[in-house]
């Protein structure tokens, strides 16, 4: 069974997360999404909250299961026999701190990482940028998915 995890911080899942969960679970049998739990970090989102709006998201699609995790993410991918990293790529930025963490994976494991490039229609949506519109009363629907919703 091939198996990816895709970790993020999904503080919320965006519209270009969930194009790459969907692409991937053409490629993998099991599309693992994880949300990392990082005391340090401030969240907008709760950890429930920003579980739920995924699981809403998928809760048609079987192959998507949604997890949370503390550690490296490599330990994480051995615990649940997970053989590769998903991650999405929007720009040369990306690359860049992408690649650092997928050569220390690399060399600390056998996980592979693969990258899919995001959507052009999505590729300029971030977490970051939907919480500002957010904060802001801006319109912030037409960037996640209907699961998304601030109360
Ligand atoms: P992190 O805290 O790791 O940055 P994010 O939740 O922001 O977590 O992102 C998780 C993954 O989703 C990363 O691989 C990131 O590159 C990817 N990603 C974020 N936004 C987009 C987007 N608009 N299109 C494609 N991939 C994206």
Redesign the pocket.
């Known amino acids: 069974m091939k198996r990816a995890l895709?970790?993020?911080?999904?503080?919320p899942i965006?519209?270009?997360?969930y194009?790459?969960i969907k692409r991937g679970i053409k490629l993998f049998d099991e599309v693992v999404v994880a949300i990392?739990v990082n005391a340090e970090k401030k969240y907008m989102f709760s950890l429930d909250e920003r579980k739920s709006f995924i699981e809403e998201a998928f809760k048609n699609q079987p192959k998507v299961k949604v997890v949370t995790y503390e550690g490296l993410t490599i330990d994480f991918c051995e615990k649940i026999d997970a053989q590769f990293i998903l991650?999405?790529?929007?720009n040369p930025a990306?690359f860049e701190f992408?690649k650092a963490i997928a050569h220390t994976n690399r060399r600390l494991s056998k996980i592979e990482t693969v990258f899919?490039l995001?959507?052009a229609k999505?590729?300029?949506?971030?977490?970051s940028i939907v919480r500002d519109v957010i904060r802001n009363n801006g319109d912030y629907t037409v960037l996640v998915p209907d699961s998304v919703v601030v109360k």
């Open positions: 895709f970790p993020g911080s999904f503080d965006t519209l270009g997360h194009d790459i990392g991650r999405g790529l929007r990306d992408e899919l995001t959507a999505t590729s300029f949506i971030s977490s």
